[in-house]
T-cell receptor, first 111, second 113 residues
């Protein structure tokens, strides 16, 4: 069975401090990992995907197959980064591009 | 484009009542999904559809039914509502060839008492 684990429900950091949101996965095949974000009063939306190896809004995430992790990082947190972040895995069989989501981490950036 | 729209935004049901949650997308996406999110939990897939006339069960399908008569619409039916179905329901859609990027609706908050 595939699973996504986000161990922290809440992460509180000060503005300008580094941010690391943890994500670990369990999957026997070759996974594709994603980070989704939900800002206050907005819809859940894709932030980034591991396959594109891009930086979005200063965030990066590297897939570490040895540690089965896909942590989201940003060197300097901004107030506007405060949001709910979900790690997601695509790997289910049966088609449909289905995703398995973690339970989410609430990031709070304090001034 | 409105994207993915869901109605209603909120609903309170009594145990045993039935209702349909509506979901419409105007992006001509092939794939559509229904998730539920319980407090402190991640999103769990209820049903999904890869095209009109084709639906399949997700992780938690019991107590729900879906249909997909058009590309745009993917209603979720709750029969005999139970307190365990109290949750926030999200509809999403995606392109067939775009793995991982799903477009979400604003959600429907349902309470069953």
């Amino acid at each position: 069975a595939q699973r996504v684990t986000q161990p922290e429900k809440l992460l509180s950091v000060f503005k300008g401090a580094p941010v690391e949101l943890k994500c670990n996965y369990s999957y026997s095949g070759s996974p594709e990992l994603f980070w989704y974000v939900q800002y206050s009063r907005q819809r859940l939306q894709l932030l980034l995907r591991h396959i594109s190896r891009e930086s979005i809004k200063g965030f990066t995430a590297d897939l570490n197959k040895g540690e089965t992790s896909f942590h989201l990082k940003k060197p300097f947190a901004q107030e506007e980064d405060s949001a709910m972040y979900y790690c997601a895995l695509s790997g289910l069989t049966g088609g449909g591009n289905k995703l398995t989501f973690g339970t989410g981490t609430q990031l709070k950036v304090e001034l | 484009n409105a994207g993915v729209t869901q109605t209603p935004k909120f609903r309170i049901l009594k145990i045993g009542q039935s209702m349909t949650l509506q979901c419409t997308q105007d992006m001509n996406h092939n794939y559509m999904y229904w998730y539920r999110q319980d407090p402190g939990m991640g999103l769990k897939l209820i049903y999904y559809s890869v095209g009109a006339g084709i639906t399949d069960k997700g992780e938690v399908p019991n107590g729900y039914n879906v249909s997909r008569s058009t590309t745009e619409d993917f209603p979720l039916r709750l029969e005999l509502a139970a307190p365990s179905q109290t949750s926030v329901y999200f509809c999403a859609s995606s392109w067939a060839g775009e793995k991982g990027e799903q477009y979400f609706g604003p959600g429907t908050r349902l309470t069953v008492t």
